[in-house]
């Protein structure tokens, strides 16, 4: 007993540093996205059904939200169930809900007490009433929180998303709130669902696709991308800092190029 209590505060210790490296040596994101995925196949390859993927899925999402919030990130977005997922077997789709209900009720305390801000982006209205009661008891109980905001992406794709904010924006204008030069990319970005977060520096990926499915497509212009072959049940802390790493590695350029004496006085 006494000496796995030492190597639980050895790695916890370790732990520690390994954040501490990270502070140091660069910037730490302020908004990571993740696209959770490979639950399925991290089942399978256990010979074991989706849902015990998924239910791994959520130790991971605890391990993440927490490294998270202790390194420093300000808003953390998980991609929990897209639009599309609404397209996947009935039961599948149930158990997903069941989940996130039974998840909720055992972690929003924790996240109370981690001073951590519970919030949604997606069509709410489409989620039974059980996830929609408990995502609003854990949205109000936490709405205080200021250290980092969890953002759930529920029933969400970026096509609603843009969708959604041109309605929203074509009303304004059909009311004479709004005139047609106000249209501009900050109107846009101020009425997608995300308006209150700043844009994705690093989006994440598991599993190994190449591909953003139709996750914050306006928001990810200049977001720094991230893909990693591991299964989101395998990916924890370690892997973030993985991906924080390689994110400190990059030169952020946003379209330009660093202005050198030489370059101003060059034609070309
Ligand atoms: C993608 O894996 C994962 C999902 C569609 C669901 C993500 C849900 C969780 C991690 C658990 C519940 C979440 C919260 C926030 C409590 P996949 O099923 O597409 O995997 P595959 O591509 O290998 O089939």
Partial sequence: MKEEGISTDNSRTEDQQKQLQLQKSGKIPRHIAVIMDGNGRWARNRGSVRIM????????????????AE??????????????????????????????????????????????????????????????QELEYAKELTSGNQRMELCLALSYSGRWDLN??????AQKVKNGDLGPEDITQDAISRHLATSRMPDPDLIVRTSGELRLSNFLLWQAAYS??????????????DELYKAIDSFQQRERRFGKIPVTPELEESTI
């Avoid at 959604?164 to 924006?169: F, L």
């Avoid at 720094?224 to 802390?237: I, S």
Wanted: with cysteine; proline share 4%.
């Fill in 164 to 169: 959604q904010a041109m309605n929203s924006i």
């Fill in 224 to 237: 720094e991308l991230y893909v990693t072959d591991t299964f989101w049940p395998d990916f924890r802390r």
């Fill in 53 to 68: 993927g998924h239910k791994a899925g959520v130790d991971s999402v605890r391990d993440i939200t927490e490294a998270c």
């Fill in 71 to 132: 390194i420093g990130v300000k808003h953390l977005t998980l991609y929990a169930f897209s639009t599309e997922n609404w397209g996947r077997p009935k039961g599948e789709i149930s158990a997903l809900m069941k989940l996130l209900v039974q998840s909720l009720r055992s972690e929003t305390r924790k996240l109370d007490e981690n001073d951590i801000r519970l919030s949604t982006i997606g069509e709410l209205d489409r989620l039974p009433p059980t996830c929609r």
